[in-house]
């Protein structure tokens, strides 16, 4: 059979292309992306897309079945057990990391998160070697892994035993940070800096002494970066707030716009992500740049003025 996958929207490779791509080949199929160009017509094609927001993809031969799957189409889609449980086949994006899911689902319902809605209460559903063979990094996926302590000291320690840099994408939660994992996390090499999240203002005691144990137990603080949601349900100075608090506990703010159409969410994105601004100018001297302008000048004017402080800074 002639396999054709569609991606119509991943920023990273897609696990779920690589995992179909891999249990075809297993079966002898061809597999390749499709090319609307190139006049093949395939006997079967596979699209994938992860949000709901990006338009379809409509370049679709005529009379060939197509399989659709992933968020962007339906939150509650899943692999069949038999492509799920194949190890991802990695030569179809070039992809030089390993990247995969222990566990899925996650054990809160924050309501701006579609986890709960599409994964479910947390569980195991397997550990690095599933998909992980010698590479020097590697993406985990898992949606909150510190939930589950004794999962957590077991992919440490496979991470540890094997070197492996890793990357915890889609964050750990600072509630549940206990002296022990600090420990681990502090032995882990890292790929990229350990988020956490501070969405909500009520949590800053549970952030403060997440942060108290992990510096206390070996984890140097720049390696640690807070995301900081926006505009979902707080107030401009409660946003000032955690992120200045994170920036005065030696830690990196990122924020997150619910609404990036938002010009104050946009811009005070920007002020906190770009490093250079955030550590030169104060948010009160960031906005007071615009209040005389914004009346008389477009927004795209505005947003030129934006990039030229930025390049200012950069250079
Ligand atoms: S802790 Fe993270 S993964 Fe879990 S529901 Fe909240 S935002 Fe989603």
């Known amino acids: 059979m002639k396999i054709a996958l569609v991606d119509v929207d991943s920023k990273i490779p897609n696990l779920a292309l690589m995992k179909i791509s891999a249990y075809h080949k297993s079966l002898g199929d061809t597999v390749e992306f499709h090319d609307p160009l190139s006049g093949d017509k395939p006997d079967l094609i596979y699209a994938s897309k ?24 339906n939150i509650h889609s899943v692999l069949s057990p038999e492509i799920e449980s194949c190890y991802p086949d990695y030569d179809l994006y070039q992809c030089d990391y390993a990247i995969g899911f222990t566990t899925r689902g996650c054990i809160r319902k924050c309501p701006f998160c579609i986890v709960p ?4 209460y947390i569980k195991v559903v397997g550990d690095i070697y599933d998909f992980w063979n010698g590479h020097k990094h590697l993406m985990l996926l898992d949606n909150n892994l510190t939930a589950l302590p004794e999962h957590f000291e077991l992919i440490c320690k496979q991470l540890i035993k094997e070197k492996i840099k890793v990357d915890f994408s889609q964050g750990l939660d600072i509630r549940l940070i206990t002296p022990e994992m600090a420990q681990l996390l502090a032995k882990v090499k890292l790929w990229k800096q350990i988020h956490f999240a501070w969405d909500d203002i009520r949590i800053e005691k549970a952030v403060r002494r997440g942060i108290e144990i992990l510096t206390s137990n070996g984890v140097k603080p720049y390696k640690l970066m807070f995301y900081v949601l926006i505009g979902f349900n707080s107030t401009p100075e409660e946003d000032l707030y955690r992120v200045e608090t994170l920036r005065g506990l030696g830690v990196d703010p990122f924020v997150m716009p619910y609404n990036k159409s938002d010009e104050y969410q946009r811009r005070f994105a920007r002020w906190v ?31 030129a003025k934006e990039e030229r402080i930025v390049e200012r800074l950069d250079g």
Do not use: L, R
């Open 50 to 73: 992860v949000f709901d927001f990006t338009p379809d993809y409509n370049y679709y031969p005529p009379d060939v079945p197509i399989i659709k799957g992933g968020t962007g189409y």
């Open 117 to 120: 809605k599409k994964e479910g």
């Open 273 to 303: 992500n770009h490093k250079a601004i955030f550590k030169t100018v104060k948010w009160e001297d960031y906005v007071a740049h615009y209040k005389d302008t914004t009346t008389t000048e477009t927004q795209s004017v505005i947003y």
